[in-house]
Each structure stands twice: as C-alpha cells, then as structure tokens.
C-alpha cells in the first residue's frame, strides 16, 4: 500500500481559539495606543511601562513579559540604537527626536497577544520616518504571506523582498537585524517554529487554516550586527545605528491573514 507522508504543520487554533487570541491581542493593542500617547518629551520609560501594566490588568489581563525569565517590565522600551529588550526605567527619560520600539504581550483566559510598534517623540528626522515605515512594510509583507499552502520561509522571503522594496521607495539601504525573528504563539509566547526576517521560500512547516505567528521585522539605519549590554537583556546596535521594530500576531484563514493584535483607531 502506498502512502504520502504528510507535510509537518505551523501549529493552528480551532476559530474560537483565534477569537481567545485576538481577545488577547485586543488588550494588547490597546496598551500601546495608551503608551504612544504617553510618549512626550521628559516622561521616563518606566512611566510607560506603569502605563501599559494598567491599561492591560483593567483589562482582566496579565502582562506576559513582566517576571518572562527574570524580565522586570510589562513593556520591552527600546530607544533609539537599542533594537529590542530594552528594560524600562526611571533614568530613561525621553526627549525631543527620539525614536521608541515598544514591544508589548498580554495573557488573557490563557492566551497570549504580543505586538511592537515603533514611533518618534516630537520632531523626527527623515532618516527615522524612513526606518519606521520600511519595518512596518516588511511587516505587512510578511503578513501578507501568511496564506494557506506556504511554507514558513515563504514568510521569510516576504519580509526581506518587503525591505528590499522599501529601499528602493527610499533610495538608501537598511540593515536586517541577525539573530533574531518571530515565533509561534498561542498558549505560550514564544513557541516554536523560530521565524527568520530573511531567507530563501519553500522551506519549513506548512501554513495551515488557523496557523498563528508573531511576524516581527527588526531594521536598521546601518549595521546587521547586535550586542547584549551588562544587563543581559538589552540589545544594541554594534555602530550606534537607530533601530526599528514592528509586530503583529497573525493567524492563517481560509479569506486571507488574520491579525490578532488590532489596535483601536
């Protein structure tokens, strides 16, 4: 008797899993609305982190970063050449021009929503503009993959072709960061399979209807090399460079990519 074997699957959620989720994922986006809005010159990162832990427990939420392997915030603020993992705190005082990546994950009825989303404080440089915007379109290039039938590295693929697209809209080049990626989600934050913002298609587990991901493109304005400072946490871009990073958690259906962390307008 003959037989096929059957292609491993990106673990998939029933439709009222994907409803949990995007629960999560709705109080999730909501804490970072409320933390952009926060955001002004000469108010601490720490405050922020206050911001976003209310906004996600008046929710009936837990933050799923806050103790997630000794880590002491509900956000992850990273500020101009930290790329990500930054730890809030009340040093960290913000100021006209920079550039912020918060990455924020709630647990609610047990499952688990996590987002990033960059932003400038006050006036801006172009440069910071551009780099924001070319994240957010590797993001939705990737997100946009997220279809019935791939393969996992096809998300891969979308993302570096949708970086490399945003360099020709901007006439410079950015910077993927190496190391680091997105992951499977569900029941736990960080599951496998590890998902790289680069590489070549038709490779990995198959997409399935109800596959979820957390899709995160971390650019830069220069250098692809990182470094982890003295409080094993924070990462650095090794030459100073400005950093970005955006993230939805997304789920594969039937009518297209299903994003599971909506942030209210």
Sequence with gaps: MGFTRRRKAVPWRTADELDAMEAAGRVVGAALIAVRAAALPGVSTLDLDRVAEEVIRSAGAVPSFKGYHGFPGSICSSVNDRVVHGIPNAQDVLVDGDLVSIDCGAILDGWHGDSAWTFGVGTVGDDDRDLSEATRLSMEAGIAAMIPGNRLTDVSHAIELGTEAAERLHGRTYGIVAGYGGHGIGRQMHMDPFLPNEGKPGR???????????????????????????????????????????????AVTADGPRILTPRPN
């Design 204 to 250: 990995g587990p198959e997409l399935v209807v109800g596959s979820t991901l957390a899709i995160e493109p971390m650019l830069t304005l220069g250098t692809t090399d990182t470094a982890i400072l003295e409080d094993d946490w924070t990462v650095v871009t090794t030459d100073g460079s400005r950093s970005a990073h955006w993230e939805h958690t997304v």
